[in-house]
């Protein structure tokens, strides 16, 4: 990690590039869970609410007992409204619901960046019930895409166990006999390959409101590298960060279009390959030449 990447006085616009192999990257509810596929190119979705979960989950995990490293959208089952009301209990405030005074919003919504990490990066509305404003986040993510369409499978499975008990055999006693299952089917949906380029923005006058400070950049870009090395599961199959490209401006307000930083990046599937199924299977061109005045690049992964 360079200074550089870490300053949040400067802006950055990032490109992620990573890959899942034999799982599923981000199952669509509406759909079984298959992976989600945009139905007109047929290639995969992962939502940027799926990309910011796994930061959450890794920062959890790295700096979630320190006090400024808590994480405020958990699956752990905490309401939201009791983490707005830590922060007027922490302020000495009475909460009077959606009459709260603007003076006192202003004082518990600065607690809550204070003290959760994911607020004062990503941002938040805390307006439900017990007010602590609204923040709006210096990093955005957006939708990652995958490079070629994809394949989603549902593949069949058996579970050498049965759900109820009047559908297994009776082993014992002069009972009513069950029906003799030993085995019930399921189902797993999942795709043989996808590599994903995903894109993201920091900007230091959001930064600034928020406290996000060098550390907490820091610590992005180490969940970035790092997350799904500690999100594996049987679902997912082999999931892995495959490049992250990132630019930044001197200018706070930006000294180029991120669209044309972004095109500098292309990732091409090599000539001859029918399927892929690896990376390998992938040329990714980046072009660091002539860089607009002001803008630098640092390849963190790639």
């Known amino acids: 990690m360079n200074s550089t990447i870490t300053n949040p006085e400067l802006r950055h616009d990032f490109i992620i590039l990573f890959d899942v192999q034999d799982g599923n990257p981000n199952g669509d509810p509406d759909a079984g869970n298959m992976p989600r ?29 320190e006090g400024r490293f808590k994480i405020y959208v958990q699956n752990k089952g905490v309401a939201l409204n009791d983490m707005h009301q830590r922060a007027y209990t922490a302020k000495s405030i009475k909460s009077s619901g959606s009459k709260q005074n603007r003076d006192d919003i202003d004082s518990v919504r600065t607690w809550m960046c204070e003290n959760f990490y994911d607020i004062r990066v990503f941002g938040a509305v805390m307006t439900t019930g017990v007010n602590c404003g609204q923040v709006r986040g210096p990093m955005q993510l957006t939708f990652a895409r995958s490079i070629d369409p994809i394949s989603p499978l549902d593949i069949s499975i058996t579970r050498v166990a049965v759900t ?11 009972g009513e006999q069950g029906k003799g299952k030993t085995t019930e089917m399921g189902r797993k949906p999942m795709l043989p390959y996808g590599l994903y380029l995903g894109r993201g923005f920091f900007s230091p006058k959001f930064a600034k409101d928020t406290g996000v400070t060098s550390e907490d950049l820091e610590l992005f870009w180490s969940a970035l590298v790092n997350m799904w090395d500690q999100d594996h ?12 490209y990132v ?56």
């Open 37 to 65: 596929v945009d139905p007109e190119t047929m290639q995969g979705l992962v939502t940027d609410v799926c990309l910011k979960r796994k930061v959450r989950d890794f920062v959890d995990l790295a700096k979630g007992d």
């Open 164 to 174: 109820k008990p009047e559908d297994a055999s009776v082993v014992e006693g002069d």
């Open 233 to 244: 599961s049987a679902a997912r199959g082999f999931m892995s960060i495959r490049g992250i």
């Open 247 to 302: 630019f930044t401006h001197q200018n706070p307000l930006g000294d180029a279009p991120a669209q044309s930083l972004f095109e500098r990046i292309v990732v091409k599937r090599n000539d001859g390959v029918e399927a892929s199924r690896a990376f390998a299977d992938y040329k990714v061109a980046v072009d660091d030449s002539e860089l607009p005045e002001g803008v630098t690049l640092t390849r963190i992964v790639g």
